[in-house]
């Protein structure tokens, strides 16, 4: 089944303590990202990556890090995480040919205390 | 200014009704629209695109008005199934970047 997939689904942690949400998807596509949605904002997208070893910061890309090393694997790295970093999270991919649908991942709903 | 603004809602309306969204933009050279459904607690899915001409999908409709830079989405014979947040969806004119609006909420009732 063509899929992304994150991990953890559920993460409640303290500030401070670095933490890592995993991404990867099946379909092999070049395009991926992370997004954060907050009430009333939307999705904001805090990274991409076009492909293997190419990312770039997107619109709220404080406190983040990310890295490509695979094409199917997206890491988001909290170095040191913050209450305000507390949101919903969801991972994306697509094909550079379809770029405009974007497979989300089932998101990762963080807490940081 | 929000780059992509939609009304948040909630749209209560009931089984068989027909609603309407809209959705303003503020980039006048924005070149590609969107409607993504995010059920409750669950990813976004692109529903369908907007075309100038205007496109239809079954029971959807989609619209697009470049001069006044908003698009539309309705919704006919609305379904419980329909029951979703609507998400406005821009694709900007610097690259490949797609810009979502907060999302519409809509909850169809029996």
């Known amino acids: 089944e063509a899929q992304v997939t994150q991990n953890p689904r559920y993460l409640i942690t303290v500030t401070g303590k670095k933490l890592t949400v995993t991404c990867s998807q099946n379909?092999?596509?070049?395009?991926m990202s992370w997004y954060r949605q907050d009430p009333g904002l939307g999705l904001r997208q805090i990274y991409y990556s076009m492909n293997v070893e190419v990312t770039d910061k997107g619109d709220v890309p404080e406190g983040y890090k990310v890295s490509r090393k695979e094409k199917r694997n997206f890491p988001l790295i909290l170095e040191s995480p913050s209450p305000n970093q507390t949101s919903l999270y969801f991972c994306?991919?697509?094909?550079?040919?379809?770029?405009?649908?974007?497979?989300f991942g089932p998101g990762t709903r963080l807490t940081v205390l | 200014r929000k780059e992509v603004e939609q009304d948040p809602g909630p749209f209560n309306v009931p089984e068989g009704a027909t609603v309407a969204f809209n959705c303003t933009y503020s980039?006048?050279?924005?070149?590609?629209f969107f409607w993504y459904r995010q059920d409750c607690r669950k990813e976004p899915k692109l529903l369908m695109s907007?075309?100038?001409s205007g496109n239809e999908d079954g029971r959807f409709t989609a619209q697009l008005n470049r001069a006044s830079q908003y698009i539309s989405l309705l919704i006919r014979d609305s379904k419980l199934s329909d029951s979703a947040t609507y998400l406005c969806v821009v694709n900007m004119e610097y690259g490949n970047k797609l810009v979502f609006g907060a999302g519409t909420i809509l909850r169809v009732k029996s």
């Open positions: 994306a991919s697509s094909r550079p040919d379809s770029y405009n649908e974007q497979f």
């Open positions: 379909m092999n596509h070049e395009y």
């Open positions: 907007v075309y100038s």
């Open positions: 980039n006048s050279a924005s070149q590609s």
